[in-house]
């Protein structure tokens, strides 16, 4: 495993433990992590924020790697990101695609479908009475 591919299962991993402050970290000052459905989020102080927010709601999450794949300064990790929230709970399929520097994520992208969040969030119609 080199160090990148390593860099990338402690960021997944890290994710459990629900510490904005912590996963920002992982990221270089002049990083971006960039949620695809979403706008580019740059400098880690700002992602710290974006992360701190979308996590506001999450009691619980584990995000297991279906599959890894790394490449020189390049890493793909195949995920389902499981999720709790107060809405509900999410199995979100996801592609994550990691470029690195030093050690650094100095690119994040996560490719998922919203409409899958979404849904999953959004409580079910209550019967006419």
């Known amino acids: 495993m080199n160090d990148n591919e390593r860099k990338v299962r402690d960021f997944i991993a890290a994710w459990s433990r629900l510490d ?9 000052d002049d990083g971006c992590y960039w949620n695809m459905p979403a706008q580019p989020v ?9 992360i ?6 999450w009691t619980e999450t584990l995000w297991d790697i279906r599959t890894l794949l790394a490449s020189g300064d390049r890493v793909v990790a195949e995920r389902l990101d499981r999720t709790k929230t107060k809405q509900g709970d999410v199995d979100l399929p996801c592609v994550g695609i990691f470029e690195m520097r030093d050690g650094m994520i100095v690119q994040g992208r996560d490719y998922f479908d919203l409409s899958t969040y979404r849904q999953a969030l959004t409580p079910p119609p209550r019967p006419a009475a």
């Open 20 to 28: 904005a402050a912590e996963l920002a970290s992982y990221f270089a």
């Open 42 to 50: 740059r400098g880690r102080q700002n992602i710290e924020r974006m």
């Open 52 to 57: 701190r927010g979308f996590i506001a709601t």
